[in-house]
Each structure stands twice: as C-alpha cells, then as structure tokens.
C-alpha cells in the first residue's frame, strides 16, 4: 500500500507508514486503542496524512517525545500551527511558536497572569460556574455531559479571565469547531478568520478602554523595554483562545468519559477522596489530547534516522504517556501508578503549558462536585460516547451520561 505513495528521495520505504488516524475504523470510540494499533517496534516513522493530510515524521517513544521537545535547536516551533498563514497573516502564536532565546520574555508576561497563585483566586468562581451546570442537569437524571459540562465550563471561565462577554461563547465555540476539527481548509480558514477579527476588534477596545482583565494586561505589556506590536498581541490572544477552550474540554471530556465507563474505578474515587488527585493524572496519562509539531532545523541523523532541515515532525503526546517502556502496563489504569507525573500530558520542556494549573483545577472541582453529588453515572442505555480525532487534538464530541 505504502509503495504508491509520493515518499521524499531521503526518507526509506521501510520507514513509511499511513497515519491518517482521524478516520480510522474505532477513533469514534476508542482514540487510544487507535494509536496503540500503529505502534510496532519502529520508533520514528514517516507518516502518511500525520497532519491534516499533510505528510510528516512521527516519533512514537516517550524518550524520543521528550528528546523533541526538550531540543529547540534541532526542532523549531515556529510556524509549526500554520494558523496565521492559513489566514494570509504572519504572527506568530505566543509563546508556542517563539524559539529560545526571545521565548523566556514573552513566556514571562504570561507566567505572571496564569501563575498558581493568581489561579487560587479563580478557585471560588470556578466551583460556582461547576454547581451552576451540574444543578442544572442533577434533577433530569442524564445529560450530554460534553455540551452540559465538559465545553461550557472551560469557556465561560475563559471569558471571564479575558474579560470578555460570555452571550459571546457560541460564536467562539463554532469557530474553535472550524479551526480544529474541521479537515476541511475552507471551514478551517472561516474559524479561523472569525477569531482573528474578534480579537483584533477586543484589542482595539482595551487600547482605548482598560479594564481589570487579562486581555487589557496583554494590550498593556512590554517586552524588553517595548511595547507589544499588533502581531505579538494578537499571537498571545489567540493562542489563549485555542488553549483555553478545546484541551481542558477535551480532557474533562476524557475523563468523565473513562469513569462512566469503568463504575468500578469511579467507585474508588468515591470512597477515596486521597486517590483522585493521582486519579486524575493517570486517567489524563492513559487519555493525552495533544499532537504537537516541530520543524527540523539542519539535516541530522536523529537515532539512525536521516532527517533533512524543514522536514516536518509530529509528536502525538499520547504515544508517550502509553509507552510501555516507561509505564508498566501502560494501557491499564493504575491509581496508585509511581511515576505517573512523569507523563507529558501538558508537554514538556520549554513550552509545557501555560494553563496547566488552570487545567487540574477545573478537572479537580469537576470531579469532586460530580463524585460527591451526583449518584454514580454511567453512559446512558443504548447509547454511546462519540470521539475524535482531527489530527491536532483528541477529544470526546458527545457523552451521554445517565445516573
């Protein structure tokens, strides 16, 4: 199959692999149980369709992820979105898409509004936003937890720490769908297009009328004695927008998706207030969201592989958060798992998450409203939960929950 393809002279047939897992027979249903199946005892391969159709290699151990990421030299994160060329554009996003050493300046800025710190004080909002949901749902006895909880939560506490309007959040919500899940390069052109206007109109306001919020920090910022210019604040607003909607859905999505399935492990969670904490970084581990890409730098040999300067890398973190090699059995949940913060959920090296302390937040308060109120749930008869795959993120499209 593989031999009918448009391989690069410098990349050897036995290396090559179809990798269009977004349209895989189970990705509906069982993302993981897909990229399990196109692991073998090859390490890197060259992935047909690994990126929205585009071709690219791909690195499956989680020595090799680490080794990527933790390299800048040898592989660039710039440009590796191409979101603002989609658009005809030419910012970057900040700080994803920025090298060493201008990173750590623009890395600052936001270190300082989305530190632990500044995130206790969302702690009491958060939970009532969580009350809010789950009360609405609690006394009809079932829900699409995705669309009841999983999507609205992580939205409205965007828009509250950005400062903007939350009758807003079906518009973001559509162009998010657009922009990441679509395969489509119109529809993705079309969300994409939508958040950039909205967050140059947002940025054009809070240059003429401050408030106390984070988009007015941002419009306010210097960096190295400047002012920010248009492209570095629209980059940092729109990689806020991408990040601060899809992944924490996306894990909440996973997570009360692997519980309703397993009422046995929810069970332990119930009894054992300690446990969800690690709970929570095991069921992340076994249920990675992300597909990050780098640029090679220079023409190398990476671990007997000859890769060439611009060839494009995909590091699917899931591969590495399942990795046998460094997790016993790793595709079993194991809450009392040693090395479980060893996984690479929210990446790791210089561009580890901004919001991951946000993001344990929301899943933590979630967890325990939903384990201390609500009767133990399950995926509701005669249906089934949705996933899917789109290449960038894995995530949980629909959960028909019932209790």
Not at 202 to 225: F, H, K, M, S, Y
Not at 234 to 244: D, P, R, S
Not at 287 to 300: E, H, I, L, P
């Amino acid at each position: 199959m593989t031999t009918t393809f448009n391989v690069p002279a410098h990349v050897p047939m036995e290396l090559v692999q179809d990798f269009s897992f977004h349209s895989a027979p189970g990705i509906d249903r069982n993302p993981a149980a897909v990229i399990d199946a196109l692991r073998d005892d090859r390490d890197i391969v060259f992935g047909i369709g690994a990126r929205r159709g585009r071709d690219s290699w791909v690195f499956k151990s989680y020595d090799l992820l680490v080794e990527a990421f933790q390299n800048p030299g040898l592989f660039s994160s710039e440009r590796f979105s191409g979101f603002s060329a989609l658009l005809g554009e030419n910012w970057l996003l900040i700080p994803p898409e920025i090298d060493p050493p201008l990173h750590k300046s623009y890395r600052l800025i936001l270190n300082r509004l989305f530190a632990p710190s500044r995130m206790n004080e969302l702690e009491a909002t958060i939970a009532g936003e969580v009350r809010a949901l789950t009360d609405a749902v609690l006394p009809l006895g079932s829900c699409d937890f995705q669309n009841a909880v999983a999507t609205p939560l992580p939205t409205a506490v965007f828009l509250d720490i950005m400062g903007l309007p939350r009758e807003d959040a079906p518009r973001f919500l559509e162009w998010e769908s657009l922009l990441l899940h679509s395969m489509d390069m119109a529809d993705r052109a079309r969300g994409g297009h939508g958040i950039q206007d909205y967050m140059i109109g947002a940025i054009a306001d809070r240059e003429r009328n401050p408030r106390d919020d984070v988009l007015t920090q941002i419009v306010t910022a210097d960096i190295d004695g400047r002012p920010l210019t248009r492209d570095e604040k629209i980059g940092m607003c729109f990689n806020l927008y991408i990040a601060g909607l899809d992944t924490v859905a996306a894990a909440l999505g996973a997570t009360f998706k692997f519980l309703a399935e397993n009422p046995e492990r929810q069970a332990e969670l119930r009894a054992d207030r300690e446990m969800r904490p690690k709970a929570i970084e095991e069921i992340l581990r076994l249920n990675s969201m992300v597909v990050a890409g780098r640029f090679v730098t220079r023409d190398t040999e990476f671990h007997g592989v000859h890769l060439k300067a611009g060839d494009y890398v995909s590091l699917p973190t899931m591969f590495a958060n399942r990795d046998g090699a460094h997790f016993d059995d790793a595709s079993r949940a194991d809450f009392e798992r040693r090395n479980v913060m060893s996984h690479i959920v929210f990446g790791t090296g210089i561009h580890n998450c901004l919001g991951s302390h946000l993001a344990r937040r929301e899943l933590r308060i979630v967890l325990e409203e939903w384990l201390d109120r609500v009767p133990p749930f399950r995926i509701a008869d005669g249906q089934n939960a949705v996933t899917y795959a789109s290449a960038v993120v894995f995530g949980v499209e629909s959960l028909p929950l019932a209790w």
